[in-house]
Every structure is written in C-alpha cells, then in structure tokens.
C-alpha cells in the first residue's frame, strides 16, 4: 500500500534553511513566468465552513507543479476566537499523474516564511539594488519572517518598523535589530517609516489604505502584501510599475480585491493597468527595474505553487533524512 509521510512543525524547522527556502520560491516564480506549466487552482481559492460565529473558518487553495510532477492541496483552518487565534495549516502533496497521495506538511511556520520571502524576491527583481533604507508596515509573524533574508539581500543601513501599537514595533525593531545587526527603528506611524525609504514592505490587516499618494520617494519600491485595502487606489497615479504574481488571486484579497469591491476601479481597468508578473520578470521575459528614478508599486499576495514547491522540498529531504512518520493510505481498489 502507498505510505503518506507526515511531517511536523518541528522537523519542517529542523529541514529548512532560509537561503534555500528563498532560492525555491524564486525558481518556482521563474518557472512559473518561463513555462506556465504550473499554476493554481481554479478557483484559486475556496471558503468553506459552517460560517457560524464561534465557528472556524476553512480555506482550501490548490496548485500544480507541472515539471516536477506533482499537485497539492493547503487545507487552512482558523480557530475561531476565543480559541487562542490558532491556525491550522497543512499542504497535501500528491502524484499528478497517479494521484497518489505523497505527503502531508504543516505549514503554519512555512507559510509564514514562504508569504515573507515572496516580498523579498520581489524586492531584488524590483528595487534598487542600492537600497539602503526599508520600512515595514506591521510587526506580525509574517513580518518577522522577512528577516534575515530581507538584510542580506540588500546592505540596509536602516529598517523602520511601524505598527498598530507602538511597543509592538518597538518591540521587533529591538529583537531584530539585535539578531541581524542592522539599525532598526520604530517609527510613531506608516508616514514617518515610509518618509525617505528606498523599499517599502506592508503586512498588515488594514481596512483602510495608510499608504497615500506623495509619500513614495523617487526609486522607491513598493510592495503590498496584506489582505486588506493598504494602499489607496490615487497611488496607482504616481508609480512608473504596477506588478502583480497573479492579477486573478488578487482580486480576491488585497488592494485590488477592496478597490473592485468599494468601487474605485473597475476589473477590467485595473488588468489593463498591470505592466508585468512577477514570474515574468524572474524569468526575464519582462522587465525589471529600468531606471533608479522608477516608482515600482507590486501587489504580491502569494502564490500556492510556492506553498507546494517548498512542502515538496522538504518532503524529498524528510525522506532522504528518515524524518517524519508515515501512515498507510489505501491503495485504489483495494477494499475500504
């Protein structure tokens, strides 16, 4: 009978490396922009779930890796409140051509790093390569994971951290600016960290956009990647760029998702507004940056081959190590 390996938390930990976490994201969008033999479900996401308050909400997001060969499924579970706020994160990984099932990893640290590192791939196709200032908007645990790949991608002079509660960002740029040796500071608001700044990342649960037009300094780069409305829509007017990863998930959550929903611009307006993806300029079949002086803006919501390429990875080496349980699986035909 097939044997499904189970890997945990602790052991995806133990396997994972964030140099080579942040190469496979990146491969992953360069295959992706070169080939196109992989992508995501359709629909690229779907809600489930009683939706009952006091209940948990369900999300399941699919995709291929058509190259290597297999497809996955993440099955996200967040507890309702009360519940101490836990999310349950699993990828699925099965034989796209069989079906078999292959493994099952959590992925609740790992898609953490995974939704990091996708900004930070995004920030060395897409920002100066002299970047010396950056601003992070929220201090949350995806932001945390920005860390240290964001400084050792770029020689940062300075990282600026804003927060909704100030001792929350006084608090990251003091255990960050420890750990990477690079001069973190809290500012009082999303104004003052973005004032200046060379690359701007936002991870925020915000509703209302905190990102207006004229803050954004000749150069910069911005990128936003929280599920709600954090740039307002007039910024779109002053950047040279507008990237995505995947304009169809994006109208599903993030700033293009509330400007189509509280009517700032049309669909249609907003696709024909995007200059590029960000597999397309990875994989060098559109550009990147073309001038110091370009405001680049990309909304990056993540993309569930990167989930799925880094689940794959980690169960070639939990195999390769002896790690992880396994639990047989019935194989097709056989009674039940």
């Known amino acids: 009978m097939p044997k499904l390996r189970i890997v945990g938390e602790a052991e995806v930990r133990s396997l994972t490396t964030v140099a080579d976490a942040l190469a496979i994201v990146e491969e992953?969008?360069?295959?992706?922009?070169?080939?196109?033999?992989?992508?995501?479900?359709?629909?690229?996401?779907?809600?489930?779930?009683?939706?009952?308050?006091?209940?948990?909400?369900?999300?399941?997001?699919?995709?291929?890796?058509?190259?290597?060969?297999v497809t996955?499924?993440?099955?996200?579970?967040?507890?309702?409140?009360?519940?101490?706020?836990?999310?349950?994160?699993?990828?699925?990984v099965l034989d796209d051509r069989t079906g078999e099932p292959l493994g099952l990893v959590e992925e609740t640290w790992l898609h953490a790093l995974r939704t990091a590192l996708t900004g930070v791939v995004a920030a060395k196709a897409l920002a100066?390569?002299?970047?010396?200032i950056a601003a992070v908007i929220g201090a949350g645990k995806i932001a945390a994971e920005l860390f240290p790949a964001l400084t050792q991608t770029f020689r940062l002079a300075e990282v600026r951290v804003a927060a909704r509660r100030r001792e929350?960002?006084?608090?990251?740029?003091?255990?960050?600016g420890a750990a990477t040796g690079v001069p973190f500071?809290?500012?009082?608001?999303?104004?003052?960290?973005?004032?200046?700044?060379?690359?701007?990342?936002?991870?925020?649960?915000?509703?209302?956009?905190?990102?207006?037009?004229?803050m954004l300094k000749a150069g910069a780069f911005l990128c936003s990647m929280g599920e709600g409305e954090e740039v307002?829509?007039?910024v779109l007017d002053e950047v040279d760029?507008?990237?995505?990863?995947?304009?169809?998930?994006?109208?599903?959550?993030?700033?293009?998702?509330?400007?189509?929903?509280?009517?700032?611009?049309?669909?249609?307006a907003l696709a024909a507004r995007v200059d590029s993806e960000i597999g397309a300029i990875c994989a060098g079949r559109a550009p990147g940056r073309q001038d110091p002086g370009e405001r680049i803006y990309a909304v990056i919501q993540g993309m569930a081959i990167c989930d799925l390429a880094l689940?794959?990875?980690?169960?070639?080496?939990?195999?390769?190590?002896?790690?992880?349980?396994?639990?047989?699986?019935?194989?097709?035909?056989?009674?039940?």
Do not use: M
């Open 28 to 69: 992953t969008y360069r295959e992706f922009g070169r080939t196109g033999s992989q992508g995501l479900s359709d629909p690229p996401s779907l809600f489930a779930g009683s939706k009952r308050p006091g209940h948990a909400a369900f999300k399941v997001k699919g995709a291929t890796l058509a190259g290597v060969g």
């Open 232 to 234: 307002d829509h007039a």
């Open 185 to 214: 500071r809290a500012a009082a608001d999303a104004a003052e960290a973005i004032a200046g700044a060379d690359i701007v990342i936002t991870l925020t649960t915000a509703d209302q956009p905190f990102v207006k037009p004229g």
């Open 168 to 176: 929350s960002a006084r608090a990251f740029a003091l255990g960050h």
């Open 128 to 132: 100066r390569p002299d970047s010396r």
């Open 72 to 92: 996955g499924l993440r099955l996200i579970a967040d507890a309702p409140p009360g519940e101490g706020g836990r999310t349950y994160d699993f990828c699925y």
């Open 241 to 268: 760029r507008f990237v995505v990863d995947d304009f169809e998930y994006a109208t599903r959550l993030g700033d293009i998702a509330a400007w189509i929903r509280k009517g700032r611009a049309p669909r249609e």
């Open 311 to 336: 689940a794959n990875w980690v169960l070639g080496r939990a195999r390769a190590r002896g790690l992880g349980s396994e639990a047989e699986v019935f194989a097709p035909g056989a009674p039940g």
